[in-house]
């Protein structure tokens, strides 16, 4: 159980374009997802967390314009980067807990975004 | 807000011999621990986790100390196998809060 799928897991697109990565929780309800990133040889930074049904809390320093986030379900919730730049290439990541009261956090499989 | 500190950053070992990572943390309200697994090109896969009540949790060839007095905490990988290599990575949370993640090591287990 408490699988989290992510797609794509990979995608290249052109500077000025925008790309949505989905994340879905297969077997539980997460009411609350995570979205992080990672660059190469870094650990994971968190950049926001997405609540279903309301707007997603993003950490000092993250553009929300940039990143939209959207949890318009219980087992799905996406991730855009709008006008993305080669800056923005990266590995994304996204995770969830498997219901109220669990600590544990499972993540997705992650998605590498390469920005030409 | 948490800092956790993880040691070493690489670590190579021969098959069979154990492998020890170390994670000091900062926020006493942190009660929570797990150790993640990183392949290349993955997400990283829970592998093991202890909380704050507990001194010692053991799975098969892994296992994990906490000292809370201390703020220590650490993984311990026996008999290693290839399939161990990988980008391990701890972390602290303070209950259901955000989990703040280590550096990580890069374990390296040579046949």
């Known amino acids: 159980g408490a699988v989290v799928?992510?797609?794509p897991s990979w995608v290249i697109c052109k500077?000025?374009?925008?790309?949505?990565?989905?994340?879905?929780?297969l077997d539980f309800q997460a009411t609350t997802m995570f979205w992080y990133r990672q660059f190469p040889k870094q650990s994971l930074m968190l950049m926001a967390t997405s609540n279903e049904g309301s707007k997603a809390t993003y950490e000092q320093g993250v553009e929300k314009d940039k990143f939209l986030i959207n949890h318009a379900?219980?087992?799905?919730?996406?991730l855009t980067v709008t006008s993305a730049h080669p800056?923005?290439?990266?590995?994304?990541?996204?995770s969830a807990r498997p219901g109220q009261g669990h600590e544990k956090l499972f993540f997705g499989s992650g998605t590498q975004l390469s920005v030409l | 807000g948490e800092n956790v500190e993880q040691h070493p950053s690489t670590l190579s070992v021969q098959e069979g011999d154990s492998a020890?990572?170390?994670?000091?943390?900062s926020d006493s309200a942190?009660?929570?621990?797990?150790?993640?697994?990183?392949e290349l090109g993955k997400g990283p896969q829970l592998i093991i986790d202890i909380r704050s009540?507990?001194?010692?949790?053991?799975?098969?060839?892994?296992?994990?100390?906490l000292n809370k007095t201390?703020?220590?905490f650490s993984l311990h990988i026996t008999e290693t196998q290839p399939e161990d290599s990988a980008v391990y990575f701890c972390a602290a949370s303070p209950g259901f809060q955000k989990l703040v993640f280590g550096t990580g090591t890069r374990l390296l287990v040579s046949p």
Not at chain 1, 15 to 25: A, D, F, P
Not at chain 2, 30 to 38: G, L, M, R
């Open chain 2, 53 to 65: 009540n507990v001194g010692e949790k053991k799975d098969q060839r892994i296992a994990v100390t």
């Open chain 2, 30 to 38: 942190s009660n929570y621990f797990p150790w993640y697994k990183q």
């Open chain 1, 73 to 78: 379900s219980l087992t799905l919730s996406t």
């Open chain 2, 20 to 25: 020890v990572i170390k994670c000091t943390y």
């Open chain 1, 15 to 25: 500077s000025g374009t925008s790309v949505k990565i989905e994340c879905r929780s």
């Open chain 1, 5 to 7: 799928s992510q797609h």
């Open chain 2, 70 to 72: 201390a703020k220590h």
């Open chain 1, 87 to 94: 800056e923005d290439s990266s590995f994304y990541i996204c």
